[in-house]
Nanobody, 117 residues
């Protein structure tokens, strides 16, 4: 299995930027597709961005052009660069790892992102 620890969340003003990191340990990082999800108060968890082990990315329409997901297999880390942040981006952001063969999902503890003036 894999353990995931997110970091980088915090309070930022609208239009600002944050970079989230998700450090993986306990398994072979390259055998997992990775993703970022978020959940705002009173709402369902939604996909933000995914990146396969081959580097193929996918983004929610709401973050397209503003967020960038990337991964560094040497550091066993996936990142989410968030630019032009909006108040509606406020949520708990969680890192996800999905084993490409087993299709098992692992989640980090989440990190709070608050966008407010």
């Amino acid at each position: 299995q894999v353990q995931l620890v997110e970091s980088g969340g915090g309070l930022v003003q609208p239009g600002g930027s944050l970079r989230l990191s998700c450090a993986a340990s306990g398994s072979i990082f390259s055998v997992y597709d990775m993703g970022w999800y978020r959940q705002a108060p009173g709402k369902q968890r939604e996909l933000v961005a995914t990146i396969t082990r081959d580097g193929t990315t996918n983004y929610a329409d709401s973050v397209m052009g503003r967020f960038t997901i990337s991964r560094d297999n040497g550091k066993n880390t996936v990142y989410l660069q968030m630019n032009s942040l909006k108040p509606e981006d406020t949520a708990v952001y969680s890192c996800n790892a999905r084993h490409i063969w087993r299709k098992t999902d692992y989640w980090g503890q989440g990190t709070q992102v608050t966008v407010s003036s």
